[in-house]
C-alpha cells in the first residue's frame, strides 16, 4: 500500500509559479509510474502529466506543455509539479497518482492509477 501526502499548493498571482510535491511512504514508488491530475468545480479529473519509474519519460496534457515540468527524486521517494506562467484556467485540486507498472515510455492513455493523494488546493488570481 501506498500513502501518496501533497503539498505546496496556495494562491498565486496570474503568470506566476508554484511547486507541487507529493510525498510517498508505505513503500518506494521507484518501481512505479507517476502523474498528477486535477479536478476544477464543477469539472472532471482531468489528467496533467506523468512521468515513467526512472524519469527519462514524460507526457503532459497540451494545455500545460511549455509551462509545467513533472520530476521526480526516487531517493526522496518524492514527485514534483513545477508550475510556471500560472494562468487564470489553472486553479483546481491537484492530485498525486501513482500506477504500479513501470514503463519505458508513460502515455496519458495508458496511466490507471492504483493509488491517490488528497489533493492540494490551486488558486490562480488574476
Known amino acids: 500500500q501506498v500513502q501518496l501526502v501533497e503539498s505546496g499548493g496556495g494562491l498565486v498571482q496570474a503568470g506566476g509559479s508554484l511547486r507541487l510535491s507529493c510525498a510517498a511512504s508505505g513503500r518506494t514508488i521507484s518501481s512505479y509510474d507517476m502523474g498528477w491530475f486535477r479536478q476544477a468545480p464543477g469539472k472532471e479529473r482531468e489528467f496533467v502529466a506523468a512521468?515513467?519509474?526512472?524519469?527519462?519519460?514524460?507526457n503532459y496534457v497540451d494545455s500545460v506543455k511549455g509551462r509545467f515540468t513533472i520530476s521526480r527524486d526516487n531517493a526522496k521517494n518524492t514527485l514534483y509539479l513545477q508550475m510556471n506562467s500560472l494562468k487564470p484556467e489553472d486553479p483546481a485540486v491537484y492530485y498525486c497518482?501513482?500506477?504500479?507498472?513501470?514503463?519505458?515510455?508513460?502515455?496519458?492513455?495508458?496511466?490507471?492509477?492504483?493509488?491517490w493523494g488528497q489533493g492540494t488546493q490551486v488558486t490562480v488570481s488574476s
Open positions: 512521468i515513467n519509474w526512472g524519469g527519462t519519460s514524460t
Open positions: 497518482a501513482a500506477d504500479p507498472v513501470a514503463r519505458t515510455v508513460v502515455r496519458a492513455s495508458l496511466f490507471r492509477p492504483a493509488y
